[in-house]
């Protein structure tokens, strides 16, 4: 049976995937079956999107309760669940004001037309240049596929967007340097590097980004797309750093497994986008912010402790690995540099009952973040011993 869905699938979509060898039916928490009913502990998390795993029972009650109320209409009119959540968010952060859209690369297109236009109206003509990082992941629309630091990514959809200039992470000199040889708006970061191989940024150098940035009236971008909504065992990451941006993006967990984003900006630019200069027609949409409201209520103290402990659970295991090169991350987000190959690796842990990733070279982990621990410990014990089979 799932031989047809995987011949199927290979007919008639796309193959930018190179999907893992299991056809994903359905599942609850963090333990999923397969279409022949095999079981798998879910060390993946849909890519840092089910935060309290699979068919959560708070989250899809929000969601149904709001689904019998209003399904949609469009952002010409109010809506509660927006509001509400909107409150929330700032309430949560310090932040002052939100814009909604449905996926990170929207969220993050949002940050780059605000920092542009915040430049625009202050300096003029000109000042529209953007730092990045080099390796760092913002999307895969043009805008934000300029934006990443990543060449690869860059072969095959030229010409990119003007206006964007790629530092090296964790080297401030590099930052500044480009700061004074560009006229540049913002300055764009992932607090932990996720897609570019789980690499979380040295605190002195965020702080000093933010500093000279602020110095210099240049916008902080935070982009919290993979690290937030307790990912990272604070709510967004940047709180980690004792950073205060100008400008966070979020989605992925924040929609609990419905297309969700928000962007929230601070008192500097809360007021930088002005009627119909941008829109959305789904963002916002009352159901996906019914279930973000109620996955956010929960992102609390004891489960960002929680997350905390369960990283420091993971990487204790993983560092007692004989095939484990380096773990780095932060929370419930772990990269894994083995001494093996890691397709076998990955393959394994998948025939053996474990979803896990890859990002950029390593083995990655990102489990939901209310994982019982029982489950926890059955999925390193798999993990580890693929690892370290010979
Ligand atoms: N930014 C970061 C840091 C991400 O990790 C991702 C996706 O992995 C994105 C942006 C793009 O998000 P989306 O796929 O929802 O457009």
Redesign the pocket.
């Known amino acids: 049976m799932a031989m047809d869905f995987e011949t199927m699938d290979k007919e008639y979509i796309v193959n930018v995937y190179n999907r893992l060898d299991a056809v994903i039916d359905h599942g609850k928490g963090s333990i999923l079956y397969d279409v022949n009913g095999k079981e798998y502990i879910d060390f993946s998390a849909g890519?840092a999107v089910n935060i309290f795993g699979v068919c959560d029972d708070v989250w899809k009650q929000a969601v149904i309760d709001q689904l019998n109320k209003l399904s949609h209409i469009s952002n010409v009119f109010y809506t509660e669940p927006q509001v509400l959540l909107a409150k929330m968010l700032c309430e949560r952060t310090g932040m002052k004001k939100v814009f909604f859209a449905n996926?990170?690369?929207?969220a993050?297109e949002c940050a780059i037309k605000t920092a542009r236009k915040y430049s625009h109206d202050k300096y003029g003509e000109g000042r529209y240049t953007i730092i990045t990082l080099k390796n760092s992941?913002?999307?895969?629309t043009m805008a934000?596929l300029t934006a990443c630091g990543q060449e690869s990514l860059h072969e095959d959809f030229g010409p990119f967007l003007d206006g964007f200039v790629y530092a090296e992470p964790d080297n401030f000199e590099s930052v500044k340097s480009l700061a004074e040889s560009h006229k540049v708006c913002a300055v764009m970061m992932?607090m932990v590097q996720?897609?570019g191989g789980v690499h979380p940024l040295d605190p002195a150098f965020v702080k000093a980004v933010e500093e000279y940035a602020h110095a210099h009236d240049i916008l902080v971008i935070v982009?919290e797309?993979?690290t937030g909504n307790g990912r990272t065992g604070a709510l967004y990451a940047y709180m980690n750093y004792g950073i205060h941006p100008d400008i966070v993006t979020t989605?992925?967990g924040l929609g609990g497994g419905l297309p969700f984003a928000a962007v929230l900006f601070a008192d500097s630019c809360q007021h930088t986008l002005t009627d119909h200069t941008h829109g959305s027609t789904f963002g916002g949409n009352p159901i996906c912010a019914a279930g973000a409201i109620s996955i956010l209520k929960r992102i609390d103290d004891p489960l960002l402790a929680d997350v905390r402990e369960k990283g420091a659970y993971i990487k204790a295991q993983l560092e007692a690995c004989q095939n484990v090169e380096s773990v780095s991350g932060m929370g419930l987000m772990i990269g894994v540099k083995l001494k093996k190959d890691l397709a076998t690796v990955v393959n394994e842990c998948v025939d053996k009952g474990v979803l896990v990733l890859t990002a950029n070279g390593l083995l990655r982990l990102l489990p939901p973040l209310n994982i019982p621990w029982d489950v926890l410990k059955k999925g390193m014990a798999i993990v580890c011993s693929v690892i370290d089979e010979k």
Not at 103 to 106: L, P, Q, R, T, V
Not at 137 to 140: P, V
């Open positions: 890519i996926s990170g690369a929207e993050n992941f913002h999307g895969r934000t992932e996720g897609e982009d797309v993979q989605a992925k």
